[in-house]
């Protein structure tokens, strides 16, 4: 089985950074099936444009413009790329650098999909970090990897612990029906939850109130179809449950800290 070594992608590489202990590959993939292999680096593979299939021996990801991966450096996976441009952003994380924040890597094992939306809008501040000439990208890239690595690794002692089924069960219906009207009454009685109860204890588990998760959901949204080359942002603005684009622009700046045009520039950005 094939040992892909420190930035080795199986594609065409646009630019790769080497930091002290991470490297951040951006790459087209541009081969249609990639056989059974395995990295030499814990890595995330965050998909900015098209799609491809990866899968494991427990699962298969259909990956489109914003899934967001992680896997353990033992994981072996094979990918196949359906017919059209795809592109990939990775970040790999060498052992000696969990090692050195003193942070246990055997913490984050396998391979999963991510969905969590506050990851992934971090995971878009670490791409847009690598295509803005600053000499503080380097300290901003490792302190949102590791803010990154703080909640997924909250995620997983969540489940440990195990939430009430009505977190999973609530997360699962804003995922499916964010860009709908959704009130707190029909939440409350899908879950058969008092309304008080769900209002009051739902940041305890998403650390955020439930206006804010859907609108991070609609943002995180919006920033998988900038990447379509023939979407309006009046057509993203209503296919994310925006009321106008004005309100998909104020929600995307408060969000990411940039209105959605600036973000598409440096998303083409060479």
Not at 116 to 127: E, G, Q, R, S, V
Request: charged share 25%; proline share 3%; glycine share 4%.
């Amino acid at each position: 089985m094939k040992h892909s070594k420190k930035g080795e992608f199986y594609g065409q590489t646009n630019k790769t950074i080497l930091l002290e202990g991470i490297t951040l590959t951006d790459t087209v993939y541009t081969h249609p099936k990639v056989d059974w292999h395995y990295h030499e680096h814990a890595y995330f593979t965050f998909i900015l444009q098209g799609n491809v299939i990866e899968g494991n021996k427990k699962e298969v990801y259909n990956c489109s413009p914003g899934s967001l991966l992680f896997h353990n450096w033992q994981e072996a996976h094979y990918n196949i790329k359906p017919d059209g441009f795809t592109r990939g952003f990775h970040l790999e994380i060498e052992k000696q650098w969990f090692d050195d924040l003193t942070l246990n890597s055997d913490n984050f094992q396998g391979s999963n999909s991510i969905l969590n939306p506050d990851i992934k809008l971090l995971m878009y501040k670490i791409f847009r970090a690598t295509k803005v000439d600053d000499i503080h990208s380097d300290l901003a890239t490792q302190t949102l990897l590791i803010e990154i690595l703080s909640k997924l690794n909250g995620n997983s002692h969540s489940i440990l612990h195990k939430n009430p089924k009505w977190v999973l069960m609530i997360d699962e219906i804003l995922h499916d029906q964010f860009t709908e009207t959704i009130t707190l009454d029909y939440l409350s009685k899908t879950l058969n939850i008092h309304p008080i109860h769900l209002s009051r204890d739902f940041s305890k588990y998403f650390h955020c109130n439930l206006g804010e998760y859907i609108r991070k959901l609609k943002v995180e949204k919006a920033l998988s179809l900038i990447s379509l080359p023939n979407k309006s942002l009046t057509e993203i603005a209503y296919e994310c449950g925006f009321s106008d684009q004005s309100h998909l622009t104020r929600s995307f700046r408060e969000i990411n800290g940039l209105n959605p045009s600036e973000h598409k520039k440096l998303l083409f950005k060479k």
